[in-house]
């Protein structure tokens, strides 16, 4: 299985008119799999020990007096050599004397130097400087990449549309063309209630489970100074922006015409323009929560206790003139009360 998988990645890289770069990550490959790579990097401890082609990997390690029985295989025998957490004491302490070795003399290894001139001349150009210094150059290329990286993600766009739709039909034909007279305030009230929540929690919660996990690889590309965090943070706000606003305006536009909130066109886009926005708030409240929790379960969980309270003082369980006076602070920070606000 291993061994089709680095066949498939391995033609994958050189079919076609533009040569692709492909990384991959193994753990104890047999020495067929091994040589099916152009360069390997052998990390101990997160630090790098040698890095070149497979067959230079023997010719290095025996410059260090390091010599690779006949009887063994070169990945198994790279792995034995630097194995500094495996084995008993003796081997540790003697994994760890090469572990060292390896480090000194990894500058000496050709391709390190030549990987080295190559970062170096990278460094010096126009393209490396334009994104570090440039915060418009860094965020237009993060942006490019998040899009790319939803075009790949295409199921997860398609089951955003499907929900939103879903529950547009859903709340359509619970609220059906509602009667514009006084008998019906609650039900209008009601509708509008549990569009503009469904809209909020859609918004905000897939950033609760998504955010945390793109937060370490974000801090370390920033300091590695491959750009800044606000760049980070603008194109991945940008990028969220239109899958927000086309599932808000889908549902809202679905919903108007079955529930009947409206007969004129000011009152269609005020009412789309509204629930576009309540998505925007809830993508916000989302990045909020996320980086508040820091990890998925307790951005989950600070974006529950955030919203729930609020929702108590939107307009449509209790009026602000029965609240509490010491309580009514609390509109003016919360999320939905302008949803509901007639001033």
């Not at 509708?191 to 469904?198: G, K, T």
């Not at 549902?251 to 004129?264: A, E």
């Not at 609020?310 to 920070?333: D, K, S």
Request: aromatic letters at 12%.
């Amino acid at each position: 299985m291993a061994l089709n998988v680095a066949k498939l990645l391995h033609g994958f890289a050189r079919d076609g008119a533009v040569k692709k770069t492909v990384l991959a990550t193994i753990h104890q490959p047999s020495e067929e799999v091994f040589n099916l790579f152009d360069k390997v990097l052998i990390l101990v401890e997160g630090r790098t020990v040698y890095f070149g082609s497979p067959t230079g990997g023997l010719k290095h390690f025996a410059s260090l007096e390091l010599l690779c029985p006949h009887d063994e295989s070169p990945p198994d025998f790279f792995m034995r050599c630097v194995a500094t957490d495996a084995g008993e004491d003796a081997e540790r302490i003697e994994a760890k004397a090469n572990m060292e070795k390896l480090l000194k003399a990894l500058p000496q290894c050709d391709a390190f130097q030549s990987a080295d001139k190559a970062e170096k001349n990278v460094s010096d150009g126009d393209a490396f400087q334009s994104l570090r210094g440039s915060g418009l150059v860094a965020v237009l290329t993060l942006i490019r990449r998040e899009f790319l990286i939803r075009r790949r993600s295409k199921i997860l766009f398609k089951a955003m549309i499907a929900r939103t739709f879903f529950m547009a039909l859903l709340l359509g034909l619970l609220y059906w063309q509602l009667p514009n007279d006084q008998t019906s305030w609650q039900s209008v009230m009601g509708a509008l209630n549990m569009v503009m929540i469904n809209t909020f929690m859609t918004a905000g919660f897939g950033l609760t489970q998504e955010l945390p996990h793109a937060f370490r690889p974000a801090f370390r590309e920033a300091r590695a100074g491959m750009y800044s965090i606000s760049a980070w943070f603008w194109s991945k706000t940008i990028s969220d922006l239109p899958i927000d606003i086309i599932g808000a305006f889908c549902g809202s536009s679905v919903i108007f015409v079955m529930t009947g909130l409206g007969n004129s066109v000011a009152s269609y886009l005020t009412f789309v323009l509204l629930v576009c926005l309540t998505a925007v708030m809830g993508n916000a409240w989302g990045y909020l929560a996320s980086a508040a929790g820091g990890r998925a379960e307790y951005a989950f969980a600070v974006f529950l206790l955030t919203v729930f309270p609020f929702m108590i003082f939107n307009g449509f369980l209790i009026t602000t003139e029965e609240i509490p006076i010491y309580f009514r602070w609390i509109e003016y920070v919360g999320p939905f009360k302008p949803v509901f606000s007639e001033r």
